[in-house]
């Protein structure tokens, strides 16, 4: 089997905690193995009735401590100041749109893309339903910045995000961080959560 034959699909949301400190491991593990194509698809936490202040979610002070003593992944004082705050409302649908505006213009840079994502939350505090956070990111990348405020306002991101949902769902991805290995069309669970980059690595040697 050739490595044309293998590729991953990472199934995350901007606003999982889980998947911001999984982050660190999956790009570990990427840029180990920039042999294999990866898709990354936004799977939709919190949208529809799910996207509610932070306060209607009591158990992320909580669940952030423990992603922190479990990957070492470091929360910012702006971010900390709006759990403390309550009144933040966590639009996946958003931000979803502004992953798939930067996407669309650097596709090869999917994983980069989504860390600088987490970055802007969960460390300065910053809004991934606010524009202004995407062109910051455009820029710090080299980014058309103009190119990504065209595709977050065009309709069409929005129902392309809404079939990504559907995309993301239809793999079985039911938590996330899901990463996925795709051989031979067959799709395999090679990791998430707390995982080490190591374990990653692991799982894929036995699944190969």
Not at 97 to 121: D, Y
Not at 174 to 193: E, M, V
Request: hydrophobic letters at 40%; aromatic letters at 10%.
């Amino acid at each position: 089997m050739t490595n044309k034959d293998i590729s991953l699909i990472y199934v995350w949301d901007a606003y999982c905690g889980w998947c911001y400190g999984f982050s660190n491991s999956l790009r570990t593990f990427h840029q180990n193995h920039l042999e294999l194509p990866i898709e990354v698809l936004s799977g939709g936490l919190f949208i529809d009735d799910r996207s509610q202040a932070m306060a209607a979610y009591p158990h992320i002070p909580e669940a952030n401590k423990r992603i922190a003593q479990l990957t070492g992944a470091e929360f910012g004082a702006p971010y900390n100041k709006l759990v403390n705050d309550g009144t933040f409302i966590m639009d996946s649908e958003a931000a979803a749109i502004g992953f798939s505006a930067l996407r669309s213009l650097a596709p090869e840079q999917a994983v980069n893309l989504a860390a600088a994502m987490q970055r802007a939350f969960y460390s300065e505090g910053k809004s991934l339903s606010d524009i202004q956070t995407y062109q910051d990111i455009a820029k710090q990348l080299n980014l058309d910045e103009q190119k990504v405020i065209d595709r977050i306002i065009n309709p069409e991101t929005r129902d392309l995000v809404q079939q990504e949902f559907v995309a993301a769902s239809n793999l079985g991805a039911r938590s996330y961080p899901t990463l996925f290995l795709k051989k031979d069309n067959t799709l395999y669970p090679l990791g998430g959560g707390a995982m080490t980059a190591d374990k990653l690595e692991e799982n894929y040697a036995q699944l190969i």
